[in-house]
């Protein structure tokens, strides 16, 4: 066989330090994303026991690989082994198969590194744990590479890990060592890359999403980060409350389990400072470890201490706290941190060896159990058929007809990439006493992945889990609500009872021919194609989209304004500004050109003879004048109660826009320009134009992290309900009923008398907060504070206006719901009036 041909390569097989000239894990050395991939195919040259398979391309174009890892006789049969997996993840099989399939299957484990790239151990560690699953021949790893087929992703995030590495590399043994990169590590996302898992806006997650839920289905996914409370070592599993009532519970014990064999391991290997059961919930949906476990997949998460580069550091007793946040002594032992960690010095190897002994609990807990991961995956997927079948619900039905059909077909889109089973119906049906015609789409409840279709379709209700009979609520780690289609603005019926209907189990779900229907998102893709090949585009005062030789001449002459190229400017701070990222991509995502502005850039002045609109994505005004200031600290991670390092930012790479690029803002708006504003920004032309208008709520220090305001009003991550008046063509093509997306965010009252409010003046409320039942999904205190209250105004300011959303319309690139009132305020900007 070829394996047993091969085995003479095993000795070629090179160490880390052999191939890098150091040991990933060295102080103040880092790998970059060449000499890591190059280790790997260097491996896969010389042993049989793995494969490297490139499996996408990532936003900047890098290759992505996932190398397979196992003996050699299981990658001979790797395609066997994975129709094996996949069957039973799927449910396919009968009882009787299950059990053979099981016995004959291989446990799946998947571990990658690096998605947060600023965390660096995780893909220092890759070669390591590559290197000790090929060449070591102990009794455990012989079990492992035997039973277990291992998916290892050794850089997960390729041009962020080069971006940091670079920059490092760049300041090190300068006084800029511990430096922040001075913008994403992600071109769109930064951290929020680990908050795409269930929009899959990002090219990486939707390479990774195939692999996890289409191909391989693995029964334990592996997240790795960087960012335990303090002065924890590492934090594994279990997690925090509150749990997601759709998590099976038989996931979450697995994942328990997991935890238990690493804490065990940790112990025996005398290694202190093991936190669980805190910070980290089971309640989001929509990051790497938390997705899986709405897949039957045991979805683990750690987080290993040390989080400044491969610069090492000392810590004495004095440094630590006495308490967690949760009011657990630091010092002493406790059920969910038995062996305190007191001190001393800490470096990135050490990180690495800590993450390598949770890699190996996980593998050998994979080997040991195999079996019963396999038939585990077989089980859930037939239970969660069964109760599909049940009823309440049956099933989802989406109409094809929507207002908005492009964002309808996203949304579907989206759910087929991550494994949910979508039909459409052949003929019309009733359902649940209702007619359906023929075209409805059909999202049935009995199917594999049940509990990830009713966590993204039904509202979330946040419980209320106390300290004592009257503290505080715990509050959520991300957010609290995410209803999918509420997000999209897509009408879903929810179906209680079983119906019958004929069905095509694989409808086309492209898009056609984009639309010149306003109420569709796709109007703005055949806005901008007129425009760039030379057509005129027109809005009519009811906000028709007309278009040249498409529109009949009569009405196209009637037509209230003329649309122009869009001239968009978007301030880029040197603070990484994810809000900013993720416009990027809304702004890429509808062809829309624009430009970065920095703050020499606002500094300079003359922006209204190059843009007809500039974003503020949300920041702080403190933030955009005067970012990091030269030769001061820099603010070390939030929330946390670590010590500060002295970190000081290159000085090309601190500073603000100043009151020079301010005024350059005022005068560019004064001038005819359109200055549009996402929630902490609008702070700054409240502030400083002035406006006419006040903000009822306190903007938090950071202008990011939800927080109660001093009015009680406390909205972490939440959507809620409101109306549009339809007095702007920022409002164009919107319904009167709408969901927002905020974290807080403002509401404003106008400060005019309404005989005063017109001309130069005037101040327009095109969003309000719905007067009653505000909370639609999610969790809600201070409800009373803004019910009815304006959160978008479009304010005029000298001859141009300022058009404030006090919410992010476009979050994470999830809220298609509302991107219409971003992308029409941009058109608007640089429209003629006719």
Same mark, same amino acid.
């Given at each position: ?23 990933? $894990? ?77 016995? %004959? ?19 220092? @560690? ?23 087929? +291992? ?19 760049? *300041? ?20 929020? *890359? *680990?908050?795409?898992?269930?929009? +899959? ?105 040390? *989080? ?18 949760? #009011? ?16 001393? !010095? ?41 109760? $599909? ?24 889109? /989206? ?5 949910? %089973?979508?039909? !459409? ?45 009257? #503290? ?76 040249? &030789? ?18 968009? $400017? ?18 890429? @995502? ?36 005067? &970012? ?17 390092? /002295? ?8 500073? #603000? ?38 903000? !009822?709520? /306190?903007?938090?220090?950071? $202008? ?101 959303? #006090?919410?992010?319309? %476009? ?24």
């Amino acid at each position: 066989m070829a394996w047993l041909l091969a085995l003479p390569l095993w000795s070629a097989v090179p160490e880390p330090r052999q191939h890098f000239g150091f040991d990933p $894990g060295d102080d103040y050395k880092l790998a970059d994303y060449q000499q890591i991939i190059s280790y790997f195919q260097a491996l896969e040259k010389s042993s049989p026991r793995i494969k490297l398979v490139e499996f996408g391309r990532s936003s900047l174009g890098k290759p992505m690989y996932v190398a397979f890892i196992s003996d050699a006789q299981n990658l001979e049969k790797l395609e066997e082994y994975r129709r094996i997996n996949q069957r039973l993840a799927l449910g396919l099989a009968s009882a009787e198969e299950a059990r053979q399939l099981s016995r %004959q299957g291989k446990a799946i484990v998947w571990i990658d590194s690096g998605l947060h790239a600023n965390e660096v151990a995780p893909v220092q @560690h890759a070669p390591h744990l590559a290197y000790r699953m090929l060449t070591e021949e102990s009794e455990e790893l012989r079990h492992i590479r035997q039973n277990v087929i +291992l998916m290892q992703v050794p850089v997960i995030n390729p041009d962020g890990l080069d971006w940091i590495v670079h920059w490092y590399r760049k *300041n090190v043994g300068t006084p800029y060592e511990l430096a922040p990169l001075p913008h994403l590590y992600h071109k769109y996302a930064g951290h929020d *890359n *680990n908050r795409d898992w269930y929009m +899959l806006n990002l090219a990486e997650t939707r390479h990774v999403t195939r692999l996890l839920f289409e191909e391989w289905f693995p029964h334990i996914v592996y997240n790795q980060h960087q960012s335990p409370a303090f002065p924890a070592r590492i934090f594994v599993p279990p997690y925090a409350e509150p749990l997601n009532p759709h998590i099976p519970a038989a996931v979450m014990e697995g994942i328990n389990l997991i935890g238990s064999a690493m804490k065990e391991r940790f112990a025996r290997e005398n290694k202190p400072g093991i936190l669980s059961y805190y910070g980290f919930d089971a309640w989001w949906n929509g990051g790497l470890r938390s997705t899986p476990a709405f897949h039957n997949m045991h979805g683990i998460l750690t987080e290993t201490a040390g *989080n400044s580069y491969a610069t090492p550091r000392n810590y004495r007793a004095t440094d630590l706290p006495e308490r967690f946040g949760n #009011g657990i002594p630091t010092r002493e032992p406790s059920i969910f941190y038995q062996r305190p960690w007191l001190g001393g !010095r800490w470096s990135l190897r050490d990180a690495v060896d800590y993450m390598l002994t949770a890699d190996f609990a996980i593998l050998d807990l994979a080997a040991t159990r195999a079996e019963q991961f396999l038939f585990k995956a077989w089980d859930l997927a037939r239970s969660n058929i069964a109760l $599909g079948n049940q009823g309440k619900p049956f099933a989802y039905l989406v109409s094809a007809s929507q207002p908005d059909r492009y964002s309808t077909l996203e949304m579907l889109r /989206r759910l087929r990439l991550a494994g949910i %089973q979508i039909e !459409r119906a052949k003929a019309s049906f009733v359902a649940d006493g209702k007619s359906y015609p023929a075209g409805t789409y059909i999202l049935r409840a009995a199917q594999p992945f049940r509990p990830y279709l009713l966590d993204l379709m039904e509202p979330q209700v946040y419980p209320e889990i106390r300290a004592g009979q009257s #503290g505080p609520t715990k509050r959520p780690y991300d957010v609290a609500g995410w209803t999918l289609h509420m997000l999209m603005g897509v009408q879903v019926d929810r179906v209680n009872d079983a119906f019958a209907v004929q069905t095509d189990r694989d409808p086309d779900l492209r898009h056609g021919e984009p639309s010149l229907d306003h109420r569709d998102n796709s109007a703005f893709l055949a806005t901008i194609a007129a425009l760039e090949s030379g057509k005129k585009v027109r809005w009519s005062a009811e906000g028709n989209i007309l278009v040249e &030789g498409r529109t009949p001449p009569a009405e196209f002459e009637r037509a209230a304004y003329e649309l122009q190229l869009p001239r968009v $400017g978007l301030y880029e701070p040197f603070t990484a500004n994810m809000d900013a990222g993720w416009t990027q991509w809304l702004l890429e @995502h509808f062809q829309i050109p624009y430009q970065l502005l920095h703050n020499a850039d606002m500094r300079a002045g003359g922006l209204r003879a190059r843009f007809d609109a500039i974003i503020l994505a949300s920041q702080t005004p403190q933030s955009i004048l005067h &970012g990091n200031r030269s030769g001061e600290p820099v603010a070390g991670r939030r929330n946390s109660t670590e010590p500060s390092l /002295r970190i000081i930012q290159r000085p090309e790479f601190t500073g #603000g826009i100043t009151l020079l690029g301010l005024a350059a803002l005022d005068e560019f708006v004064r001038a005819g320009g359109t200055l549009i504003a996402f929630d902490a920004a609008t702070d700054l032309p409240v502030q400083f134009f002035p406006l006419p208008v006040s903000g !009822r709520l /306190r903007p938090t220090a950071d $202008g990011d992290t939800p927080e109660p305001s001093a009015n009680g009003f406390y909205s972490p991550g939440s959507l809620l309900r409101a109306t549009v008046e339809h007095n702007s063509p920022i409002a164009f093509g919107m319904p009167k009923d709408i969901t927002v997306f905020t974290t807080g965010g403002q509401v404003w009252d106008i400060n005019l008398l309404p005989e005063l409010n017109k001309e130069d003046r005037e101040v327009k409320s095109i969003v309000r907060y719905a007067a009653k039942d505000l909370l639609a999904s999610g969790w809600l205190s201070g409800e009373r504070q803004v019910s009815g209250r304006s959160i978008l105004l479009e304010a005029r300011h000298g001859q141009g206006r300022v058009v404030l959303f #006090g919410f992010r319309p %476009q979050f994470r690139g999830q809220t298609f719901g509302t991107f219409k009132l971003v992308l029409n305020a941009i058109y608007f900007a640089s429209a003629r009036a006719r």
